[in-house]
């Protein structure tokens, strides 16, 4: 069997280091190849990405868990090129030649993640069409509005928790929690919501010897889940792929759904907790948004160049023997789409601290035929979860020292494991029940919400349910700007006579461009 690496397993290449041995710890690999995995890769990505691209360019051979030898793809264009040319790099991975030959077992801790499936991130032409289509326009029945409000009850109750408390693990007890919270309520078990779901959903893409537990227990959810939408259809994701013209059988509608849940999940967790970090660690970000010259939507878009909730997606297999990057590629062969290193390509970003506002050619939701369908309603939880937050306590603070934060990481990406805050106690707020996520059957002006934003003389005032405030705020603490379209702590932030003005940048005064009113009325209206 041929390779185009120079190290295969198996191969005569001199003394390979048991497991347990120190080595393995290592970035350097048999054959001299770097891995993507271990303590280098984790602490650093972006220097792994760098030392990879000036050795290879822009496709480089690298090692996975068990010194599986793959192509990552660095290059922005070699990605675009990749993700759009099913024909020569097919999603179906048991095209997979360390599959066929036994190099890489069932019990892998990368399977749940390459092991194939009947969806459609694994087929394509026809069945891809099929299944693609099925889940496209089930998300085209999720009524976006309805999922915002959503999102800001959930976020509301989520703050709740902890508000009284004067300090939270925003990755704990919010990013990881709220779009598990939201996910399970649009596929239709939101009694399925747990501490024990959001552990296995964060479990299941790691990598560990228990991700193929935390697989099983997902699935055996969602099975259920579907069993009972046959029997008792409900106004939810999960009766609208039972009961789409494609026919899916239970299988493929638990594997969809499953699908769905853990990218959108981790996608989203990882995204609202990279967005916060920069609020609480970079100044100047915080500045810009706080001040007004920076929506939240924006921020996201920015932190989706940056630091994108997936580094990595695996993969692509190449359907016969190609050209890559300079590199000769063989059949079967498993390719990575690199979307963090592409993100940084010198060639598409020479200027890394360049603002990419507005800016959507990233890689962040992979592209081509199958670029994540679900897209913009993991921007809508991330926007609508990170703006509710900092309308509730606009005085947090890094608890810690930033070079305490730490991180876990995998081919697919890394995540903090816990961004502490302190903020000034306050009490919690009234909520009410979250509305259904499917659009109902009316006129379009009864079912949509036409929020009225207002100037409001900047006096203090107590609204119903409110604290006495400094000065009237509103989205994203803008002054003199409300809005009926949420409920909101309009006490600025402030809690037993403490302020939280000096400890946040000084807001835009009203004098602001009118860009930013539309801006806020567009942005509350789901356009």
Not at 308 to 322: L, S
Not at 397 to 418: F, M, Q
Request: glycine residues 10%; negative net charge; charged residues 25%.
């Amino acid at each position: 069997m041929t390779t185009p690496f120079h190290y295969e397993p198996g191969a005569a290449q001199g003394p390979v280091p048991p497991p347990e041995c120190p080595a393995h710890g290592l970035g350097i690999g048999p054959g001299g190849l770097r891995r993507l995995y271990g303590p280098e890769a984790e602490r650093d990505p972006h220097g792994l990405y760098d030392k990879l691209r000036a050795e290879h360019g822009s496709v480089a051979p690298v090692l996975l868990h068990g010194d599986v030898p793959v192509w990552l793809v660095l290059g922005h264009s070699e990605n675009l090129h990749m993700t759009r040319t099913p024909s020569q790099f097919s999603r179906d991975s048991r095209r997979w030649r360390a599959l066929q030959d036994g190099t890489v077992a069932p019990d892998h801790p990368l399977a749940p993640i390459f092991t194939w499936q009947p969806v459609c991130v694994f087929a394509d032409g026809a069945t891809h069409e099929r299944q693609r289509g099925a889940v496209t326009d089930s998300m085209g029945r999720i009524d976006t509005r309805g999922v915002r409000r959503h999102v800001n009850r959930y976020s509301n109750r989520l703050v709740n928790d902890f508000c009284q408390e004067g300090r939270v693990d925003l990755v704990g007890q919010f990013a990881e929690r709220l779009p598990m919270m939201v996910m399970c309520a649009i596929l239709g078990m939101p009694e399925e919501y747990n501490d024990r779901m959001v552990r296995a959903a964060r479990d299941m893409t790691r990598g560990t010897a228990t991700a193929i537990a935390s697989n099983a227990y997902v699935l055996d959810a969602l099975t259920r889940l579907v069993q009972r939408r046959r029997r008792e259809p409900a106004d939810d994701f999960a009766t609208w792929l039972v009961d789409h013209p494609a026919g899916m059988n239970d299988r493929e509608v638990s594997e969809h759904l499953r699908l769905i849940l853990i990218a959108s999940y981790e996608a989203t967790a990882n995204l609202i907790a990279n967005v916060l970090r920069m609020v609480l660690t970079d100044p100047r970000f915080r500045a810009r948004l706080s001040g007004g010259h920076m929506t939240v939507p924006e921020a996201v878009e920015q932190i989706l160049w940056d630091e994108p909730p997936f580094t990595a997606v695996f993969g692509r297999w190449a359907v016969g023997d190609t050209e890559l990057g300079g590199q000769q590629i063989k059949a079967g062969d498993a390719l990575i789409v690199g979307i963090a290193p592409a993100n940084t390509d010198p060639v598409v970003r020479p200027d890394l601290n360049a603002d990419m506002e507005g800016n959507r050619a990233h890689l962040a939701f992979s592209g081509g035929p199958h670029e994540c369908p679900g897209q913009d309603i993991g921007r809508a939880i991330a926007d609508v979860g990170v703006d509710a937050l900092l309308m509730r306590l606009p005085d947090l603070e890094l608890a810690v020292d930033e070079s305490e934060l730490s991180w876990i990481g995998n081919i697919l990406g890394r995540h903090l494991v816990e961004l502490p805050a302190d903020f000034a106690a306050r009490e919690p707020q009234d909520d009410k029940e979250p509305p259904s996520m499917g659009k109902p059957n009316l006129p379009r002006q009864d079912r949509e919400v036409q929020p009225t934003v207002r100037r409001t003389a900047p006096t203090p005032g107590r609204l119903p349910g409110a604290a006495p405030a400094p000065a009237s705020t509103g989205a994203m603490g803008v002054p003199g700007v409300t809005s009926t379209a949420t409920v909101t702590d309009e006490s600025g932030g402030t809690s037993a006579g403490q302020s939280a003005a000096g400890r946040i940048p000084q807001q835009r005064s009203e004098t602001a461009p009118a860009r930013l009113w539309r801006a806020v009325s567009r942005w509350w209206s789901g356009n």
